[in-house]
Nanobody, 126 residues
Framework: QVQLVESGGGLVQAGGSLRLSCTAS????????MGWFRQGTGKEREFVAAITWDRISTAYADSVKGRFTISRDNAKNTVYLQMNSLKLEDTAVYYC???????????????????WGQGTQVTISS
């Protein structure tokens, strides 16, 4: 029923760029906050970015601020993560997630998200 499917991951050299996409289906996500999280090998999952339904409010982890940009196209039920100036430490599995239909703002907490994608691998090489 409810599905969030990430795409766009891959291998890129340090300093390069990638754009991740996440398409949602199974219910109306138009009023939900959408977010991106990532988990590197041997590390805990961490918040990356979030965007509210109206695309006005966003939040970014300090580690990606100024390099990553989150956006969404509600007509396409899709959220994007544009990643520029990639670093080795950006290597991780990236997950998209969605909150409930209740407005929660650009949430940073995993517990605020109830729907999760399967993840897409991003690997940065030197």
């Amino acid at each position: 029923q409810v599905q969030l499917v990430e795409s766009g991951g891959g291998l890129v050299q340090a300093g390069g760029s990638l754009r991740l996409s996440c398409t949602a289906s199974g219910r109306d996500f138009s009023s939900a906050t959408m977010g991106w999280f990532r988990q590197g090998t041997g590390k805990e999952r961490e918040f990356v970015a979030a965007i509210t339904w109206d695309r006005i409010s966003t939040a970014y982890a300090d580690s990606v601020k100024g390099r990553f940009t989150i956006s969404r196209d509600n007509a396409k039920n899709t959220v994007y993560l544009q990643m520029n100036s990639l670093k080795l430490e950006d290597t991780a599995v990236y997950y998209c997630a969605a909150t409930s239909q209740v407005y929660v703002g650009p949430a940073r907490r995993e517990n605020d998200y109830v729907y999760w994608g399967q993840g897409t691998q991003v690997t940065i090489s030197s």
